[in-house]
């Protein structure tokens, strides 16, 4: 089956009460969306990046009480989990879709790949387009342009701060008919990820 979009009905998901009743909502909307759409990001990042590249869809395992503000898919270079390697990730919020380039605060190298960021700060400000926003922390909505943040402010604080985090790319919002069309809403993906990609070579180097 072809990815056709996202809906209102998927935003709606988040409004839900109840952790049980949220969670067969996601599963039933939003995974099947997710493995479609995965599988082919998958792919083509590997093919992209010259390495094998594995798909992981959020379990929000770890809740018991609290029903999840978002949800997620996220790729990256390791077959058993994502959150402490780079990883691409593409999820929802109530109010937007994110396309995130992640470095969240389980990365155990967190401060090497910070060092070697800002050893090519001008690099990264020339690579990355400047509509771009940025987030400090996976778990609230708030991002900030490119344009408007002090990079290296930020990125001495994910250096520096335990639980800081450095995610990069694009948000958008609910509303916006990109997300009603599947190959359009791709080629976005396509297009975010092909200008991350530098930024995901260099934290390893």
């Known amino acids: 089956m072809q990815f056709q979009g996202f809906s209102k009905t998927d935003f709606d998901t988040f409004n839900i009460e109840g952790l049980d ?7 039933e ?3 099947p969306k997710f493995r479609e759409i995965g599988q082919v990001l998958t792919d083509e ?3 992209n990046l010259g390495q094998e590249m594995f798909l992981h869809i959020a379990k929000h395992a770890r809740r018991t009480v609290n029903a999840p503000k978002d949800t997620w898919l996220a790729i990256a270079g390791n077959k058993r989990g994502y959150k402490q390697h780079p990883h691409f990730q593409v999820g929802l919020f109530d109010d ?3 396309i995130w380039l992640a470095f969240i605060y389980e990365l155990p190298n967190k401060d090497e790949i910070a060092k070697t960021f800002l050893n090519n700060l001008k690099t990264i400000k020339t690579t990355v387009p400047n509509d771009f926003v940025v987030s400090q922390d996976h778990m609230k909505k708030e991002a900030i342009s490119l344009k408007e943040i002090d990079l290296k402010n930020a990125l001495e604080r994910f250096r520096d701060v335990k639980k800081a985090e450095l995610l990069i790319g694009r948000h958008i919002a609910a509303n916006d008919p990109i997300l009603a069309d599947g190959n359009e809403f791709l080629n976005v993906v396509r297009n975010t990820y092909e200008a991350l990609i530098p930024l995901y070579k260099i934290a390893y180097k």
């Open 21 to 27: 009743a949220r969670m067969e909502a996601i599963e």
């Open 29 to 31: 909307r939003i995974r």
């Open 45 to 47: 990042l590997s093919v």
């Open 96 to 98: 937007h879709v994110f």
